[in-house]
């Protein structure tokens, strides 16, 4: 009873609490002395014994020894920065040897790893920041071309392919923001300066084309050509200057010759749709170029893919590898021949290029049907073309591939959120890019 009336005295003695319980800290002014005495007033104020409202205790020594220890680690806590905590880390962290990296898939194929960002992603070292409407994306990128055409620098297939892809992310973008075609009225210097840029590099962009990274051997110890990073970004920004669907842009691309007066554009990237039969990243851009031409109303952008002759061209440049002297037809021809030879296979075991040749089958058989005066010239030219008449009939290899595409399975048909021809642009829009595709690939062999 004694020591309980001498804790009430010494409560009463003490200064008056707030309602509620909690005492209030008057203001100090933050000074040199008042932070000398900071240490102490905590450690008076951790022995106050007072407790909730209406009860108090005197605790013993180990309780106050337990209160003190966790007050003191609670005030380091408080006065620690992210510095501290790393710098911390730092010091009792051990020293690790990094990993031996060694190459994957991507790196074979030459679009780059997937493991350092090399495969066109848009990182701080290669891109300037986005706010930045001042910066030039055309000259670093044109620059590095010609040092790899000429031979200055060995070629560099993610190094160029990241500086193309910072470009066609913004070419794309702009593409993305247009409600409706711009128009036949439409001119180029209506454009924003980086694509009139552009398309003044075409000349040298459609060289990057002839720049083929090293063949490589797949896992079956099969010798197949490489598409390179750089190839596929320049490809892509082809395919979306054409998507703006402006007559002077795809009279200047119908006009961009890979080797003056043997090899056009377009032509190019059609012969490597059917020689890159396993890049699907290429393969989906290629087929977007090719198909985007189809429709154009420029002639000249679309007529040379109905002679033949552009698959050789395209060999002799490095743009692909050799290919057959039967190979070397139009591309009505080549398509019939290699959507023909994979109908008499089971699905599975077919190129990865089947698909991408149906898509442009499919676009071509539309036009055919297409009366307007841009594209007479391609509708006398399949109607004409026997080979291509057998293959299109009804109960043809197209329809056939088609059946098989579009055809229920077992039960219910499945519901996909994209399809084959979206990707590829076929369905309407872009769908999804090259470099979109590439990163979802990487990402597939990264959690392997």
Known sequence: EEAATTTRQAGEAEEPVAPGGTEETPAVEDTAANDAEASPATADA?????????????????STDEVDELLAVGENLAGMTLADVESEAD?????????VKTPDVFDRMGYGSSEDGDGGERTAAD???DDDDDRDLVAPLVAAIRRAD??????????????????????SGFVGTLDAPPGVDATIDKLPVFIRNAVDALP??????????????????????????????????????????IAGVDAAVAATEVVPGKLALVPAVAAMLFTHAQGSPLLCVATRVVCTALQSPT????????????????AAAGVTPAVEPADDGNLQTRVARA?????????????????????????MRDLEGDEDPPHLALREALENDAGWQAFAAEGGALE??????????????????????????????VGMTSQELLQVLQSLSAQR
């Not at 002639?299 to 395209?314: I, K, R, T, Y």
Request: hydrophobic share 45%.
């Open 46 to 62: 951790s022995e106050d014994p007072s407790g909730a409202e209406g009860a108090a205790a005197v605790p013993d020594d180990e």
């Open 91 to 99: 010091v009792h962290e051990d020293p690790q040897k990094a990993p």
């Open 127 to 129: 891109v300037e920041s």
């Open 150 to 171: 000429s031979g200055e620098e060995p070629l560099s297939p993610s190094s160029i392919g990241a500086k193309a892809w910072a470009l066609s992310y913004e070419i």
């Open 204 to 245: 040298t962009l459609a060289r990057a084309l002839a720049l083929a990274p090293e063949p490589v051997n797949t896992q079956r110890k099969i010798l197949v050509p490489a598409a390179g990073a750089h190839r596929v970004a320049v490809v892509e920004i082809i395919a979306s200057l054409l998507e703006i669907g």
């Open 299 to 314: 002639e000249a952008l679309w007529a040379p893919l109905l002679a033949g002759g552009w698959a050789a061209a395209a």
């Open 339 to 363: 959507a023909g030879a994979a109908v008499e296979l089971k699905p599975g075991s077919r190129k990865c290029n089947v698909g991408f040749v149906l898509i442009t089958a499919t676009t």
């Open 400 to 429: 056939r591939l088609d059946l098989e595409r579009s055809g229920g399975l077992c039960g219910p048909k499945p519901s996909r959120g994209i399809s084959l021809m979206d990707m590829a642009g076929g369905g309407g829009g």
